[in-house]
């Protein structure tokens, strides 16, 4: 199929299952809203109108060695972190949204600049006060990156921009108990997988059908699938608190299981940022993040001999520490 065609039919599928689970959304949002605001009053506002803030961090780590008789090789790394939330209340109604964006980059003595972390997610999420500490929410959030990510030889792609891209729109309850914690439950949440690059769509990455093959077994360029749809439920935890005096946690926690394949199987997503604040400018961080999904097959060694010889799902684990200058803005 040619590709122009293939995108037209991508975009199609996109917007008709995205058409669908909005409306579905309207309709359950406006059902409850009915239900609910003929028997309750509305409590007093904690913030009226649009809250804006933000935070960005800038880290830098250098190895330099002269002589040095254990051995050793210079390097030169950044990592930047940036974040900005807008949050609203009004009466019975909130919004609140967030920007999050990461991008580091490392170089070690003798070699090229590689990237070494690279993410953007958008959170949406509006909420209807059913209660003291609950509300009616919908919520959609986006995941994805900025730029391409290629082996250490750099002959093979592994990931790109909207490759992959996560994509969850989600009805349920959020549970607020105070400022700190969110614990958001959807039992209506569709989950959508897009990976736009079609070398990497024709492998089947990111759980993506792959291409079809003719009868020598050669991949048919272009036949792989872009688009993924998944059904299922969905808990999302949000945790921000300031542990002790100048040190910060910050956890998120995403849990989706998917009501048509293996409904048993739970995919895990876990980000933990611990910030430590030196003073008005100089900070440092710890942030480590585990994710889990059936779905996505990882290289691996299998007998231990050195070589790949298979592919599984795997946990998939990674940490940054950072050291470097901070700017908050409110």
Do not use: C
């Not at 880290?59 to 990592?79: D, E, H, M, P």
């Not at 930047?80 to 964006?101: E, I, P, Q």
């Not at 490759?163 to 969110?182: C, H, Q, R, V």
């Amino acid at each position: 199929m040619p590709l122009q065609a293939r995108k037209t039919k991508l975009f199609n599928q996109f917007s008709i299952a995205m058409h669908s689970t909005f409306t579905r959304t309207f309709i359950f949002i406006l059902a409850l809203f009915s239900v609910t605001a003929a028997s309750a009053q509305a409590p007093p506002d904690t913030l009226s109108g649009w809250n804006i803030s933000g935070i960005g961090t800038l880290n830098f780590s250098q190895v330099s060695l002269s002589n040095w008789a254990a051995g050793g090789q210079n390097s030169l790394s950044v990592l930047s972190v940036a974040g900005a939330r807008a949050d609203y209340r009004k009466g019975r109604n909130t919004w609140n949204n967030s920007l999050d964006f990461t991008y580091g980059l490392v170089k070690l003595e003798g070699g090229r600049m590689q990237k070494s972390d690279d993410k953007v997610e958008l959170n949406l999420k509006y909420g209807y006060q059913a209660s003291e500490k609950w509300y009616y929410t919908a919520q959609v959030n986006l995941k994805t990156q900025l730029t391409p990510t290629y082996s250490v030889t750099r002959d093979t792609l592994l990931s790109n921009f909207f490759s992959p891209a996560y994509i969850l729109t989600s009805l349920g309850m959020d549970y607020k108990p105070n400022d700190k914690l969110s614990v958001f439950i959807s039992p209506l949440t569709g989950k959508f997988t897009i990976v736009q690059n079609e070398e990497l769509a024709d492998r089947g990455s990111f759980g993506v059908e792959p291409a079809d093959r003719d009868i020598e077994g050669n991949i048919i360029s272009g036949t792989g699938e872009n688009f993924r749809r998944e059904f299922g439920g969905y808990v999302n935890v949000r945790y921000n608190n300031e542990i002790f005096k100048n040190i910060t946690l910050q956890s998120k926690l995403d849990l989706f299981t998917n009501y048509l394949r293996k409904a048993k199987n739970v995919d895990v997503n876990w980000e933990n940022q611990v910030n430590f604040k030196v003073n008005e400018i100089i900070s440092a961080s710890v942030f480590l993040h585990a994710i889990y999904d059936d779905d996505i097959n990882i290289n691996v060694d299998r007998n231990g001999d050195g070589a790949i010889d298979g592919t599984g799902p795997r946990l998939q684990f990674k940490e940054t520490l950072g050291i470097g200058i901070s700017y908050k803005f409110k």
